[in-house]
């Protein structure tokens, strides 16, 4: 083998192995996912780019960032959180990545009620935090931003999170009372009037419940944050973008 040809031998073995570094790493420790909707807004942002602890719930063949394992159930399961921000492959279409809000747990009964959230019967406390201006369909609107705590469980708190409503009485506001079966969960957006999720079933085109070998991993820091109408290649630009970068901020 003459010197260039064992040069491009060990360059090719070198791009390989970082390649099956950078594969483990994304399938084992985290990976990093974008935001491209608004159905988590205001706790994600449209452009967000966050990183999925992929160990938080154990393994599934939905793993990988390319292809599947070839396994059956979760290795190394761990039941999730009620309040965690999953990522999750979308039941109906497991090519189609998803990132909700955990509202119900195996055996929960979830229903919303006049825009207010009830699990098992009990109405989840909110209380008022203000508004958020935003334009929809090309129109500006107004919503209404809350703090709604979630029921404590077991040994876990009661947890806070940020929700947006547009009303009490839109389309997803008042539904009938959905029971999570066993190794099943119940996702919804933090946007609730804007938010595509477990209230609708995956047949009418909607995700509904969310079986366990479709957790792909927990939602736990943004990473940065692009506004998607910026052109960060215009210089008059930069002040906007920096403060939108959301940098390293924890999810919650």
Same mark, same amino acid.
């Given at each position: 083998?003459?010197?260039? !040809?064992?040069?491009?031998?060990?360059?090719?073995?070198?791009?390989?192995?970082?390649?099956?570094?950078?594969? +483990?790493?994304?399938?084992?420790? !985290?990976?990093?996912?974008?935001?491209?909707?608004?159905? *988590? +807004?205001?706790?994600?942002? &449209?452009?967000?780019?966050? &990183?999925?602890?992929?160990?938080?719930?154990?393994?599934?063949?939905?793993?990988?960032?390319?292809?599947?394992?070839?396994?059956?159930?979760?290795?190394?399961?761990?039941?999730?959180?009620?309040?965690?921000?999953? /990522?999750? =492959?979308?039941?109906?279409?497991?090519? +189609?990545?998803?990132?909700?809000?955990?509202?119900?747990?195996?055996?929960?009964?979830?229903?919303?009620?006049?825009?207010?959230?009830?699990?098992?019967?009990?109405? !989840?406390?909110?209380?008022?935090?203000?508004?958020?201006?935003?334009? /929809?369909?090309?129109?500006?609107?107004?919503?209404?931003?809350?703090?709604?705590?979630?029921?404590?469980?077991?040994?876990?708190?009661?947890?806070?999170?940020?929700?947006?409503?547009?009303?009490?009485?839109?389309?997803?506001?008042?539904?009938?009372?959905?029971? &999570?079966?066993?190794?099943?969960?119940?996702? *919804?957006?933090?946007?609730?009037?804007?938010?595509?999720?477990?209230?609708?079933?995956?047949?009418?085109?909607? +995700?509904? *419940?969310?079986?366990?070998?479709?957790?792909?991993? =927990?939602?736990?820091?943004?990473?940065?944050?692009?506004?998607?109408?910026?052109?960060?290649?215009?210089?008059?630009?930069?002040?906007?973008?920096?403060?939108?970068?959301?940098?390293?901020?924890?999810?919650?």
């Amino acid at each position: 083998m003459n010197r260039t !040809a064992s040069f491009l031998w060990h360059e090719g073995k070198g791009v390989v192995l970082a390649l099956a570094l950078v594969l +483990v790493v994304r399938t084992v420790a !985290a990976e990093p996912y974008s935001v491209p909707t608004p159905s *988590m +807004v205001p706790t994600l942002m &449209v452009g967000d780019t966050l &990183v999925a602890t992929k160990y938080a719930y154990g393994y599934s063949r939905y793993s990988m960032p390319i292809g599947e394992i070839p396994i059956t159930g979760r290795v190394l399961d761990r039941m999730p959180e009620r309040g965690d921000v999953i /990522v999750f =492959r979308l039941p109906r279409d497991p090519s +189609v990545t998803y990132v909700k809000r955990v509202i119900g747990l195996p055996g929960d009964r979830i229903q919303m009620k006049e825009g207010r959230l009830y699990i098992n019967g009990a109405m !989840a406390a909110r209380r008022e935090a203000g508004t958020l201006d935003t334009v /929809v369909l090309g129109r500006p609107v107004t919503l209404h931003r809350y703090i709604e705590t979630l029921p404590a469980t077991g040994n876990q708190a009661g947890r806070d999170h940020d929700i947006l409503e547009m009303s009490d009485d839109d389309a997803l506001d008042n539904t009938r009372e959905y029971t &999570v079966p066993a190794g099943q969960y119940f996702m *919804m957006g933090d946007n609730r009037d804007d938010s595509l999720d477990s209230r609708v079933a995956a047949a009418e085109g909607g +995700v509904g *419940m969310v079986s366990k070998e479709y957790l792909v991993g =927990r939602a736990d820091l943004v990473l940065y944050s692009r506004d998607p109408d910026t052109a960060w290649w215009n210089p008059a630009s930069w002040g906007e973008i920096a403060k939108h970068l959301r940098l390293f901020t924890q999810i919650s």
